[in-house]
């Protein structure tokens, strides 16, 4: 008796993604049996991906608005506002760019679980059309065996013992025996069809499945590359950067979407199969296996007796039966007709051999291994596939939130950054502060300024020579301007040019320069003395 049936019991998002309301085009309700070939059916799971559609055309609209009135709307001018500011875009970066990288690794698990679900399907399938080969491939050599190898030596055997007909009866009782043994093999199902679909099913699933697999494992690599350009953009306050992460954004911002709508159709797809698995395969199976053949195999209990046991049961008797005469044969005629024993005993090995064939039969018709097949089959489409979409739903969703929040941080980060160089630009450009300056002098070093006080000095080689610029001289002596210099700077700053009467600090000058700021210093004193008294 075949084993009790380990029962299939389905997950309860199964339960509840069949619950998701199946509507058509025209928003009509469709029946949630599953019937892959149906029109109706088949836009019941299209309006599902035209829902997320409208989610993304509601997302790029939102993103409209916000960079309208990002773009309408002028900052406040305070600085501590723009520093909140920029540490409000810092940080909404950081997180969106943390919630890309968990979505990335929920994608990844979700990647691996329907990949390892699908190929145990695949397997599964691989199984079952073994079984179904081996069936056919047993039951096609038995009977080329009982046609073809046993008639020739029943031809043989009938003309030697043409003299003898009690011989002639027995052989011709074998004969009745194995046309029996046909007749039992012929009511066997053939699976060549079935096999067929099998292979063509196992082909295009494992082709599928590869590419989808590769398809997301790119994607994965792509959020990763856009996220990390999005933070260099901001940690670098790149605009370029920043703008072709805005651009991959909405690039990737759309393939989230996409595989949104796409994972959510399969998912719905795949649990009205796993509703109800048994209906839709007697549904697909009726014409080519009977009904009896299929409910024993989907359901392999105790209650459900074989549908092969009476052809089996024949099959083993006449093999017995055939055993039996021609064992009686080799023993007593060969006595009398020793040219037939090489026909008998190859007799003999042909029925050992069709006797092992159907032990062989016997267990490959029997459900239990079948069953299993079907059973692991379910559990890896049902329970780690279907979970696996489940999960690379979360990360497209997970994805385009990410994502949303990236541009708009973008869009924010690039006018902050506009309005700092505007900013800049109302500095003085000869300010020494003024990083813009900085950078510029940085790229452009200066070619054609005066030369300095020192170049001067240096480059005529005669003191008395030198005619510096009509300044307001201090009336503090150098001296003083020097103690000012090491209380300021704690260590002397030597510079080339004076800033004396700037307001600026005073400034410390090399050896070399003090010495010829004395002497002119002193020749402008003798000469305007009674102007610049000390």
């Not at 760019?97 to 699908?118: H, I, K, Q, R």
């Not at 398809?215 to 994965?220: D, E, K, Q, T, V």
């Not at 080519?288 to 083993?316: D, G």
């Not at 210099?485 to 009467?501: D, K, S, T």
């Amino acid at each position: 008796m075949p084993a009790a049936r380990v029962e299939y019991i389905a997950p309860w998002w199964v339960v509840w993604l069949h619950s998701v309301p199946h509507l058509g085009l025209r928003l009509q309700p469709v029946d949630s049996t599953f019937r892959p070939r149906d029109e109706s059916y088949q836009e019941s799971l299209l309006f599902l991906g035209l829902v997320a559609a409208i989610c993304l055309g509601l997302n790029l609209v939102l993103l409209a608005a916000y960079l309208a009135c990002a773009c309408c709307c002028r900052p406040g001018g305070a600085a501590q506002t723009k520093q909140h500011g920029s540490c409000c875009i810092t940080w909404t970066a950081v997180v969106a760019g943390l919630v890309c990288c968990a979505a990335v690794g929920v994608g990844f698990y979700g990647n691996s679980e329907t990949n390892d679900g699908v190929y145990q399907l695949i397997y599964s399938l691989d199984n079952a059309n073994h079984t179904f080969s081996g069936i056919d491939a047993l039951v096609s050599g038995t009977t080329q065996k009982m046609k073809v190898d046993l008639e020739q030596h029943l031809a043989r055997l009938s003309e030697i013992f043409a003299a003898r007909g009690d011989y002639i009866q027995t052989l011709k009782f074998v004969q009745q025996m194995a046309g029996n043994i046909l007749v039992q093999l012929s009511g066997l199902p053939t699976w060549r069809e079935v096999t067929t679909e099998l292979t063509e099913l196992s082909n295009q699933t494992g082709y599928v499945e590869y590419y989808r697999w590769l398809s997301y494992l790119l994607l994965f690599i792509l959020d990763l590359v856009i996220c990390l350009a999005a933070c260099l953009g901001l940690a670098k306050r790149s605009k370029c950067l920043l703008a072709s992460m805005l651009c991959c954004g909405l690039l990737t911002l759309l393939l989230s979407w996409a595989s949104l709508a796409a994972n959510t159709a399969a998912a719905v797809g795949t649990s009205d199969f796993c509703m109800a698995p048994d209906t839709f395969i007697l549904n697909i199976t009726q014409g080519q296996i009977s009904t009896e053949v299929t409910r024993y195999y989907l359901y392999c209990s105790q209650s459900v007796s074989s549908p092969f046991q009476q052809a089996l049961t024949t099959f083993q008797r006449s093999l017995t039966t055939m055993q039996i005469q021609v064992a009686g044969l080799l023993q007593f005629a060969v006595a009398l007709f020793p040219t037939a024993e090489k026909d008998l005993i190859r007799i003999q090995l042909l029925l050992n051999s069709s006797e092992s064939n159907l032990h062989q039969l016997t267990a490959m018709l029997d459900c239990r291994g079948l069953h299993k097949d079907y059973l692991d089959a379910l559990a890896g489409i049902c329970y780690d596939g279907l979970e696996g979409l489940l999960y690379l739903g979360l990360f497209s969703l997970l994805a385009a939130l990410a994502f949303s929040t990236l541009i708009c941080m973008g869009l924010r980060a690039g006018k902050h950054f506009t309005a700092r160089d505007r900013d800049y630009d109302d500095i003085d450009d000869d300010d020494p502060f003024n990083p813009q300056a900085r950078r510029i002098a940085a790229h452009n070093p200066p070619r054609g300024q005066l030369h300095s006080f020192c170049s001067y000095s240096s480059g005529l080689g005669s003191q008395t020579s030198l005619q510096p610029p009509a300044q307001t001289i201090s009336n503090a002596p150098v001296s003083e301007y020097m103690n000012q210099a090491m209380l300021f700077g704690g260590n002397p700053r030597y510079e080339n040019v004076p800033l004396i009467g700037r307001g600026s600090p005073p400034p410390t000058y090399s050896p070399s320069m003090r010495a010829t700021y004395l002497t002119v210093a002193d020749e402008h004193l003798r000469q305007y003395g009674s102007e610049f008294p000390a």
